[in-house]
Nanobody
């Protein structure tokens, strides 16, 4: 059974930091792209950061310089280090993975990040 299990969300004050983790299990094919998306109440889901298997990274303009995405290919795990958090970062954060070759996409269940001002 394929699972993307997220952890690390929570409540933090503005200016604080959180680190999200997402472990992918049960995926039979090599994972190429891994990413974090987020969805705030009343808004569409948006890309926060993505990383390829070889380490190419892309960030949303709103998080550049504050968030860092990384991954451990051997463990099929992706991380999101979030620093200098702002109230507008409050959202449910979703982990995403897409396999190489047979291009199947998977989503995690989401983890809540709340930044108090």
């Amino acid at each position: 059974q394929v699972q993307l299990v997220e952890s690390g969300g929570g409540l933090v004050q503005a200016g604080g930091s959180l680190r999200l983790s997402c472990a992918a299990t049960g995926i039979l094919f090599t994972i190429n792209e891994m990413a974090w998306y987020r969805q705030a109440p009343g808004k569409q889901r948006e890309l926060v950061a993505e990383i390829s298997r070889v380490g190419n990274r892309n960030y949303a303009d709103s998080v550049k310089g504050r968030f860092t995405i990384s991954r451990d290919n051997a463990e099929n795990t992706v991380y999101l280090q979030m620093n200098n958090l702002k109230s507008e970062d409050t959202a449910v954060y979703y982990c995403y993975a897409k396999t190489l070759g047979v291009r199947v996409s998977y989503w995690g269940q989401g983890t809540q990040v709340t930044v108090s001002s």
